[in-house]
Each structure stands twice: as C-alpha cells, then as structure tokens.
C-alpha cells in the first residue's frame, strides 16, 4: 500500500477519530460505532469532523456512506505486528497522561505518513475511540458465548472497549466506492441465480507459523463444499471468493481472488446473488450491511457472540451451530480461558466433531429455506441446535 498524502486536516483542530483494527469481520463490525460518534458529537453539541483511520478499503467504504454527516476516511500503511496484539499503555507527549488505546508500533507507523497524524492524535486523545484486543474483550467474550442475549452480540462486548462509546444495535454500513467492470460483466451474464462462498481456508503465512491457530478449528469439510456444489449446480451458480494464496478450488464452483472487499460487497449485491454460505470469517458481517440473507456454519466459534440474526438486527442469516457434539464448544481461540487442567493450551482431541457433524443435507436444506422465505419476503432467525 503506497502511503498516504496528507489530506486537508488541520492538525491543531479537534475531531472525533475511531481507529478500525482487527480482522476484516472485526473492522467492519466496527463501523457500527460511525454513528455511534454521530450520535455523541449531537449530544456534545459539536460539529467536529469524524476520522475513520484504517489501513484497508473499510474506512473508505464507510465513510463513503456517510460522507454528508461530515465523516473523513484516512488510509494509513498498516503496522507491523498490528493483530492480534496486547494494547499496552502510552505516555502521551507531555509526559504526564496515559492512554490504553495505542500502542508503540502504531506510533512508528504514523510518523511514516510524516508526523501529521501522530501529531493529530495527540490532540485528541480524549476523543480517540479504538477496541482494545486485551484480557476484558477474552473474558467478556467467553462469559457470554453460551448465552443468546442481545447484549451477548459483539457489538456491546467492543463497546466495552470503546469506554464510553455506546452501541446503537445496529448493522455497519458499507458502500462500493466504484464498481468493478469485470464483475459486474459476470454477474450480469448469468442465467442462474448464484451463491457466493468463502470457505475459511484463505491463510496467510502467519497463519501457518501460529503452533495453535483458531482458524483450523472453524474449517468445513472441503469434501463437504464440493458435494454441496455438486448437488445443486443444475439450480445455483456458485462463487468462492478468497484473497490469499493458499487457498482451496472446488470442482464446478469459480475461483474469484480479490485484492479488497468492495468486488465482494459489489456481488452481494447484485440482484442475481441469492444468497451466501460461509463459515465464520468477514463474509457473513459484510452481507449484514446490506442485510444480504445467508447461512453460516459454526464451528468452535459461537454465533450467540458473532451472529447477527433479525430478531437483535434485522439481518435474515440462518446459523448452523452444533454445540452439543463437544461439551467444550465454543472453544473460540485458545486462551487462558480455554486450557486444561495441567494449563496447557486446549487444542481439539474430538477431530472437530463441531463442524464436522454439520451434514451437506443440512446445509441443503436450510439453502431450500432462505430461497423460500426470501422469495416471499420472509426473514427467519432460526439457529439449528
């Protein structure tokens, strides 16, 4: 990413700033708090700008959407060693202030846009919003993953990390800064309605490098997804979306990498795009903007923390979620929440008998289901127990 120029700010004045960090799914689950800001900058009686920092396409996208309520998008290089991450303390330059929102490598990371933003952040502190990936969010999270109440929805965990900041229960809200030809050609030319997949294997090489790594334990069944295209290619086209190289091909399903996710939001929401299916990953946070239906298998991951649904959000998902097959599930990520007796690290010895009790007919069904009641204009919040 070439790094960015300094827009028209002025690095004196005063702005409300949240900065996104995190996964994809987590940076745009994030976005929610946009209005948030709007909401408190109306109580503060200001009208001070509102800076969206983020080193993805996310901001922009966001920002876009609400560009008439005065909100700023600003790109910066990602930071080394950004995610995951313990938040620290910084001593702001005067010496005398601590902030538990920034940590040092983010401070090198700004002077690279030359000092300006560093500099703009320190005289805002007090309006600076960011979640902190810290020892709260992890006991937060695992208290409630069992739990299907409203405040169990992520949202209210991040605005926890927010301090002061509230949730206002709502769905991010994305926009497609410019539409990709190629795309659009595609969606266009299709004859039959098609479903848009990501099958979570998109690693990168850290990934790899991790000795437990949470995302092998939210993994289908490749030889489950190529079934699934098989017995209902002759209705569905499908389409996987991915980004990364190490990446898995299913027979008869196109293969699309994308280098952001603005082309994944654009075949969304294309008319001809019925719906997704998608394991736990950015997919299913990026259809809930724009309240696409779809269905997402759960695997060590609990959609009770996760899940958008229509009774909390409006957003018609079906969740396949089979807790009972492991009386440890949701296992989430390793933590120190999640270790055995001895204090080691829990790593699944029950062969992800979560996701893999998720049956292809299952999935089938529940895809008959969305198509039924979409068609109708009906929503449904049903989690399959």
């Known amino acids: 990413m070439n790094q960015p120029q300094q827009p028209t700010l002025d690095v004196k004045g005063k702005y409300y700033i949240l900065n996104l960090a995190g996964g994809l799914g987590a940076r745009i689950i994030q976005t929610c708090f946009i209005r948030s800001l709007i909401t408190k900058r ?20 966001a920002s876009q959407v609400l560009s008439n309520q005065n909100v700023i998008s600003v790109q910066v290089p990602e930071s080394p060693n950004s995610y995951p991450h313990h938040p620290g303390l910084m001593t702001i330059q005067d010496g005398t202030k601590e902030h538990p929102i920034w940590i040092d490598s983010w401070r090198e990371s700004y002077k690279d846009t030359g000092g300006w933003l560093w500099e703009l952040l320190n005289n805002n502190w007090k309006r600076s919003y960011h ?34 900041l509230e949730y206002d229960g709502g769905v991010p809200m994305l926009q497609v800064p410019q539409l990709d030809a190629q795309v659009e050609n595609f969606a266009n030319t299709q004859t039959k309605p098609y479903i848009v ?45 991915y980004a990364m190289e190490h990446n898995v091909d299913i027979p008869d399903c196109l293969s699309i990498k994308v280098d952001s996710i603005s082309p994944v939001l654009q075949l969304l929401q294309h008319p001809k795009c019925k719906m997704f299916v998608a394991t736990d990953n950015y997919l299913h946070h990026l259809a809930a903007s724009i309240k696409k239906p779809g269905i997402v298998l759960w695997g060590s991951v609990s959609p009770y923390v996760w899940g958008w649904n229509v009774k909390h959000h409006g957003v018609p998902h079906k969740h396949i979620w089979h807790p ?23 790593i699944c010895d029950r062969g992800y008998t979560c996701m893999k009790s ?9 895809i008959a289901k969305v198509d039924s009641q979409h068609s109708d204009g009906k929503k449904d919040n049903e989690i399959v127990l």
């Open 358 to 366: 998720i049956e292809v007919d299952e999935v089938i069904k529940n």
């Open 42 to 61: 109306k109580k503060e009686k200001n009208s001070y700008p509102i800076l969206v920092i983020d080193n993805t396409i996310i901001g922009q996208m």
């Open 324 to 346: 009972s097959s492991c009386d440890i599930a949701p296992c989430w990520r390793p933590s120190m929440f999640d270790t055995k007796s001895t204090g080691q690290n829990y």
């Open 131 to 164: 979640i902190e990936y810290g020892f709260g969010l992890t006991k937060a999270i695992h208290e409630s993953k069992h739990n299907n109440t409203r405040k169990s929805f992520i949202g209210h965990h991040y605005a926890d990390g927010m301090q002061d």
């Open 197 to 241: 997949l990501h099958l979570g294997t998109d690693l990168n090489a850290s990934d790899y490098m991790s000795p437990v790594n949470y995302r092998f334990h939210k993994v289908w069944s490749m030889a489950r997804w190529a079934e699934l295209v098989q017995k209902l290619k002759h209705k569905y086209r499908f389409v996987q979306v």
